[in-house]
């Protein structure tokens, strides 16, 4: 992908740009302002920590044995001690609990609780509810048509990022 450097491109398409910088900002303050945990917790958490306990559920796996702390900063792309922090708090919370590796005693797995379990189950029914309730709004072409939109800007962010 060729990111356009023209100046002449560049400022035609300014008040698009601008546009979108102002949606993508408007989006981001009402994810992480004052009313977004009035917006989006449920059992008490935070976005943040819902996502991580999503995280969590997933890198379970069958035999139950857990996660690692690594692999959630990997996966999440956020340094180990702000996961080990938020880690923390959930255990302290009852909503995951640390256990050693069974293969490797040096290793140490993080899992849900019964709690962290009905919790992140509670917070999915919830997402998924607002995702329908979006497309309700939107319509079936709309909501059709933003996928497809959301995806090239995916895409663009993935392609501008590997070129670096």
Not at 116 to 135: C, E, R
Not at 142 to 148: C, M, N, P, Y
Request: proline content about 2%.
């Amino acid at each position: 992908m060729i990111i356009e450097t023209n100046p002449h491109r560049v400022a035609s398409s300014t008040s698009s740009a601008q546009k979108l910088l102002e949606v993508f900002v408007r989006f981001r303050r009402l994810h992480t302002g004052q009313n977004s945990y009035a917006i989006t917790s449920v059992s008490g958490l935070t976005p943040r920590e819902m996502i991580l306990m999503s995280y969590v559920k997933e890198g379970t796996g069958v035999d139950g044995q857990g996660v690692t702390v690594s692999e959630l900063s990997n996966n999440l792309n956020v340094a180990s001690p702000t996961i080990t922090q938020q880690i923390n708090n959930l255990e302290t919370h009852g909503y995951v609990e640390r256990s050693i590796d069974k293969d490797d005693r040096r290793v140490v797995r993080i899992r849900l609780t019964e709690k962290g379990l009905q919790a992140q189950q509670k917070a999915s029914a919830a997402f998924l509810a607002a995702v329908n309730g979006l497309v309700e709004y939107l319509g079936e072409e709309d909501s059709e048509r933003l996928a497809e939109l959301m995806t090239k800007v995916f895409q663009y962010f993935a392609e501008v990022r590997n070129e670096k």
